[in-house]
T-cell receptor, first 114, second 114 residues
């Protein structure tokens, strides 16, 4: 079985400060990991993906995430938050080749204050 | 627009009625997924197709739910005898090849059961 745990339901930051959204995963096999973003009244959009290549993954809009196998973590970071980053973020795991069912976390709501 | 489209975007129905949602995936994508999302939760997997074959169904998909993808292109999700607990956003996503987890989502169909 595979699962992800997003450790914070809400994260609040000020514009221009760093962002950290935490995700821990559980998988019996080598996982593929993803972060998706959902803006209000918009469809889910892929931010970045890890598929067993480089452990530090860069995504769109300045986001990046680091795969740490020893910690079973895949935290999402951004050096400087922008007002437009306010959205719901989902960490997603698949088992990898042979498993085609992406499993979503409960989501973290990012709030950005001016 | 060549993205994933869903119809209708909103549906309000009375308990006990049947509803049907349609999803048109990106044309070259061979996999199509249905997810359900309720307020404050991440998307929950319902079922997925590879071409026209329905390969997996979640235990969430009761006998009242049925999905089809008759020609490996568009898909329909029907809910019979709707219940208030069926109120949710129904999300469709598509993907291609072995890019497990790299999904392209539609904007969803919101169902409200009165």
């Amino acid at each position: 079985a595979q699962s992800v745990t997003q450790l914070d339901s809400h994260v609040s930051v000020s514009e221009g400060t760093p962002v950290l959204l935490r995700c821990n995963y559980s998988s019996s096999y080598s996982p593929s990991l993803f972060w998706y973003v959902q803006h209000p009244n918009k469809g889910l959009q892929l931010l970045l993906k890890y598929t067993s290549a480089a452990t530090l993954v860069k995504g769109i809009n300045g986001f990046e995430a680091e795969f740490k196998k020893s910690e079973t973590s895949f935290h999402l970071t951004k050096p400087s938050a922008h007002m437009s980053d306010a959205a719901e973020y989902f960490c997603v795991v698949t088992r990898g080749r042979g498993s085609y069912i992406p499993t979503f976390g409960r989501g973290t709501s990012l709030i950005v204050h001016p | 627009d060549t993205g994933v489209s869903q119809d209708p975007r909103h549906k309000i129905t009375k308990r006990g009625q049947n509803v049907t949602f349609r999803c048109d995936p990106i044309s070259e994508h061979n996999r199509l997924y249905w997810y359900r999302q309720t307020l404050g939760q991440g998307p929950e997997f319902l079922t997925y197709f590879q071409n026209e074959a329905q390969l997996e169904k979640s235990r969430l998909l009761s006998d009242r739910f049925s999905a089809e993808r008759p020609k490996g292109s568009f898909s329909t999700l029907e809910i019979q005898r709707t219940e208030q607990g069926d109120s949710a956003m129904y999300l469709c996503a598509s993907s291609w090849g072995l890019n497990t987890g790299e999904l392209f989502f539609g904007e969803g169909s919101r169902l409200t059961v009165l």
